[in-house]
């Protein structure tokens, strides 16, 4: 059995510098190992201190994520992990337990108990157990590195298009489809899809989105809005989407809905006819910024 290349990090978004941590370790397949990756079952901090930053990603999303990309994910407890020295991490975990061969980071990798370990700590610790280190290099946007935390900064302020240029793909979530008051087909004509975020997900700024859906593999422009409805009177915070161009039962199924812009602000208007002819304006520019998108 080929010895693995495994890639190392928080990968808590996914986003571009991940990626070519990802990339840096298909590589290795060259040489005969098999690209896998070390997927914490939680972010470190939950582990820490039992408060963990907002999800950017599921941890099911980010296991198709890195399958897709043609890499083996590696599930490891961050809970048994977190005490251990730099050099008993990689001793005992990385090459005696999961049997690593090489492994690839970022420039600013942690390890180790009370992230003592960095990078170099890492090269040397390789060096010493005779197994391959590489380093990736970090991916900046609008000269600073990309970071998770610039994500979720951007997501709060509605900034859709600095998000997906920094992840490298659109934003997007598949959590499963509720029912909801059926408001958009009794009142407007048209149905939408209702999903609830986990309490762990990154809560967006409330407003509507142009987006895109994707059914049974074909995408279809959509309007997304997040927030809790003020013009109907809903309490709970949710995505709700109108899918343009389709009228179909998707009650109880997982569906993708991609995050393409900010249109607006959520507001209350004073009549059901002033918010359809909102909706009418915000179709047409999600149609537009689809037709763009593809």
């Known amino acids: 059995m080929n010895k693995l290349a495994l890639a190392l990090g928080t990968f808590d978004g996914l986003h571009r510098g991940h990626i070519n941590v990802l990339n840096e ?13 070390l997927l914490f079952d939680c972010h470190p901090q939950k582990a820490i201190s039992g408060i963990s930053p907002p999800l950017l990603i599921t941890n099911e999303d980010k296991e198709n994520f890195v399958r897709e990309m043609g890499l083996n994910p590696v599930p490891v407890s961050f809970g048994d992990i977190r005490d251990l020295s730099p050099e008993e991490f990689v001793r005992d975990i990385l090459i005696e337990k999961l049997g690593a061969g090489a ?3 970022g420039e600013n990798f942690r390890f180790g108990k009370n992230g003592c370990g960095d990078s170099k700590v890492l090269c040397t610790l ?16 609008d000269g600073e590195l990309i970071s998770a935390t610039r994500i979720r900064n951007a ?3 509605g900034d859709i298009e600095r998000v997906n240029a920094m992840l490298g793909r659109n934003f997007s979530y598949d959590f499963l489809v509720v029912e909801g008051n059926k408001i958009g087909k009794k009142f407007f004509g048209f149905p939408t ?4 975020f986990p309490a762990d997900f990154i809560d967006l700024k409330h407003g509507v989105y142009a987006s895109q859906t994707l059914v049974d593999g074909e995408l279809f422009p ?16 949710q995505s709700e989407t109108c899918i343009l161009g389709f009228d179909g039962d998707l009650y109880y199924r997982r569906i993708r809905v991609e995050l393409l812009s900010f249109l607006r ?3 209350k208007f004073n009549s059901a006819e002033e ?7 915000d179709s047409k520019k999600a149609a537009e910024l689809f037709s763009g998108n593809k």
């Open 265 to 267: 602000s959520e507001k």
């Open 222 to 237: 959509s309007v997304t809005n997040f927030g809790n409805h003020p013009t109907v009177g809903e309490t709970e915070v």
């Open 25 to 37: 370790t298909k590589k290795l397949v060259e040489s005969g190992f098999t690209p896998s990756v």
């Open 103 to 105: 492994v690839v980071s």
């Open 155 to 157: 997501l709060k302020n």
């Open 275 to 281: 918010l359809r002819a909102q909706i009418d304006i």
């Open 126 to 141: 390789c060096e010493k157990y005779g197994i391959i280190y590489k380093t990736a290099e970090s991916v900046t946007f």
């Open 193 to 196: 899809i209702n999903q609830r």
